[in-house]
C-alpha cells in the first residue's frame, strides 16, 4: 500500500512540478509578498525535508542529523508516503520535536493550491486538517506553511497567512533532488550554483530536501559537509525567519 501511493504521488509530483517549474522561476530573494525564500540574518542555513514523514526514511535523516549535531525542519504531509493518523507516522512526527528540530506543514494529500479552480474550502482543509492533527499530536500550533511544488497565488496567501496565520516558507536552494533520486552528486552540483559567489556574512539560504526519496540520508549527509564548510550555521525555519 506504501510503496504503490509512494509510486502514485510520485509520478504526480514530478509532473506537476515539472508544470511549476516551466511556469514560475524559482524565486531568489525574499519576495515583496511576504513569503520567505532566505533568513533574516546572513550566515544562517536552514535544512528543509518536504512530505514525510516515511518512517524508514525520515528516521535515517534524523540519525544523521543526530550524528552532525544539526537542526532541520521538516514540512509533513497527512496522508502521502505515511499517514498522520498511522502509530508509525505520529511517532516519527514526535521523534522530529524530541530531537530539536521543527515541523511545518504541507498539506494534507499534497496538491497544487494554485489551481485556479481550488475552493476556498479546499485549501483551507488542506491546511488546517494537518495544522489541527499537528496539534494533537505534538501539543503545539505549528506556525509554518510550504504549498505543495512551491505554488501559490494570491488566493492561497489570503487563506494561509490571512486566514490562518501562518508564515509561507519557500527556498532559495533547490536541490532538484527528486528529479534524480538516489543521486548525491547531482543534487550537490545544484547547492554549488545556488550558492556561488556567496559569503556568510552577506548571505543566508533555505534548501529543499524530500526526506522520503531513496537516498534522502545520504544526501544530507554530503549536504551538512558542504555548508559547514561553507561557514553557515545551521537553524531551524523559525530561527531563520526570525519567529
Ligand atoms: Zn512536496
Same mark, same amino acid.
Given at each position: 500500500m506504501v510503496n504503490k501511493m509512494g509510486l502514485i504521488f510520485t509520478l504526480v509530483g514530478v509532473i506537476s512540478l515539472a508544470l511549476a517549474t516551466l511556469g514560475s522561476p524559482y524565486p531568489k530573494a525574499k519576495q515583496e509578498d511576504g513569503? %520567505?525564500?532566505?533568513?533574516?540574518?546572513?550566515g544562517m542555513f536552514s535544512l528543509t525535508f518536504d512530505d514525510g514523514p516515511l518512517p524508514g526514511r525520515t528516521e535515517a535523516v534524523l540519525d544523521v542529523l543526530k550524528e552532525a549535531n544539526v537542526t532541520a525542519t521538516f514540512f509533513v504531509c /497527512?496522508?502521502?508516503?505515511? +499517514? *498522520? %493518523?498511522?502509530v508509525e507516522g505520529q511517532a516519527t512526527v514526535r521523534r522530529i520535536i524530541a530531537e530539536g528540530h521543527q515541523i511545518g506543514i504541507h498539506t @494534507?494529500?499534497?496538491?497544487? *493550491?494554485? +489551481? $485556479? @479552480?481550488?475552493s476556498v474550502e479546499e485549501v483551507t482543509n488542506e491546511v488546517k486538517s494537518v495544522a489541527d492533527k499537528l496539534l494533537e499530536i505534538t501539543g503545539n500550533r505549528i506556525p509554518i506553511m510550504r504549498p505543495p511544488y512551491g505554488a501559490y497565488n494570491d488566493s492561497v496567501l489570503d487563506i494561509v497567512? /490571512?486566514?490562518?496565520g501562518l508564515e509561507v516558507i519557500m527556498w532559495?536552494?533547490?536541490? *532538484?533532488d527528486w528529479s534524480h533520486p538516489g543521486d548525491t552528486a547531482a543534487a550537490i552540483e545544484n547547492y554549488k550554483i545556488e550558492t556561488s559567489g556567496s559569503h556568510p556574512s552577506v548571505d543566508s539560504f533555505i534548501a529543499l530536501h524530500h +526526506?522520503?526519496? $531513496? /537516498?534522502s540520508s545520504e544526501l544530507a549527509v554530503e549536504a551538512i559537509r558542504f555548508m559547514i564548510s561553507a561557514g553557515y550555521r545551521f537553524v531551524t525555519v523559525g530561527e531563520c525567519i526570525g519567529l
Open positions: 513569503v %520567505h525564500t532566505k533568513c533574516t540574518q546572513p /497527512g496522508q502521502t508516503y505515511s +499517514d *498522520l %493518523h498511522s @494534507w494529500s499534497h496538491p497544487y *493550491l494554485a +489551481d $485556479p @479552480w481550488r497567512r /490571512g486566514e490562518l532559495n536552494v533547490n536541490t *532538484l +526526506d522520503p526519496l $531513496p /537516498g
